[in-house]
């Protein structure tokens, strides 16, 4: 367990409507990752982080934004959600001898 | 697009049967690493091996890695009804920034009692 935590869990939102997850963690990783997760597609890098403020684009990152304001928090951010940005949100972080990587328990987004 | 390409997209086997799955992928790396993914939960990490070694043990986990052919094998032996879960590969690209990794689009595995 690498105390990770993701909040909300679960979230229905509207077509439009800014929406923003949060990954928490507790013991001072440098590296944060947020993936979507979609059938068919495996995982997909949206942003990740190298520090406080330190951030950049990964795979899929059009219509989402990313801050990291202290070690702990990385949020991601959806302007204006949209249908095909329903999906299940997993943020990561990078440790251990070899930075593999560690998974929290995702967040489920329903964009109606 | 992804880096690694798993292989079968599924399998189905009987508790103690060994499971077999491979992934493919496209460019030279620094590790390729294996994770489960148990239904409505998050990945979890399982093994890693480097691109100079050819074969890593964990376990009933059997890893090897062939870079000239940039494909790697997963087997779990003598399987359990535990080890039902989707199996996904994942590399660190030879250039990759920020230790970030591609996944491929996994294996669901079934294990029958």
């Known amino acids: 367990d690498a105390g990770i935590t993701q909040s909300p869990r679960h979230k229905v939102t509207e077509t439009g409507t800014p929406v923003t997850l949060r990954c928490h963690q507790t013991?001072?990783?440098?590296?944060m990752y947020w993936y979507r997760q979609d059938p068919g597609h495996g995982l997909r890098l949206i942003h990740y982080?190298?520090?406080?403020?330190?951030?950049d684009k990964g795979e899929v990152s059009d219509g989402y934004s990313v801050s990291r304001s202290k070690t702990e928090d990385f949020l991601l951010t959806l302007e204006s959600a949209t249908s095909s940005q329903t999906s299940v949100y997993f943020c990561?972080?990078?440790?251990?001898?070899?930075?593999?990587?560690?998974f929290g328990p995702g967040t489920r987004l329903t964009v109606t | 697009s992804q880096q690694g390409e798993e292989d079968p997209q599924a399998l189905s086997i009987q508790e103690g049967e060994n499971a077999t799955m491979n992934c493919s992928y496209k460019?030279?790396?620094?590790?390729l690493q294996w994770y489960r993914q148990n239904s409505g939960r998050g990945l979890v990490h399982l093994i890693l091996?480097?691109?100079?070694?050819r074969e890593k043990h964990s376990g009933r986990l059997r890893v090897t890695l062939d870079t000239s052919k940039k494909s790697s094998s997963l087997l779990i032996t003598a399987s359990r009804a535990a080890d039902t879960a989707s199996y996904f590969c994942?590399?660190?690209?030879?250039?990759?920034?920020?230790?970030?990794?591609?996944f491929g689009g996994g294996t669901r595995v079934l294990v029958k009692p």
């Open positions: 013991e001072n990783h440098r590296y």
């Open positions: 091996i480097r691109s100079n070694e």
């Open positions: 990561a972080i990078s440790a251990g001898l070899s930075y593999e990587q560690y």
């Open positions: 982080s190298y520090g406080v403020k330190d951030t």
């Open positions: 460019t030279s790396i620094n590790n």
């Open positions: 994942a590399t660190e690209g030879l250039r990759a920034a920020g230790n970030k990794l591609t």
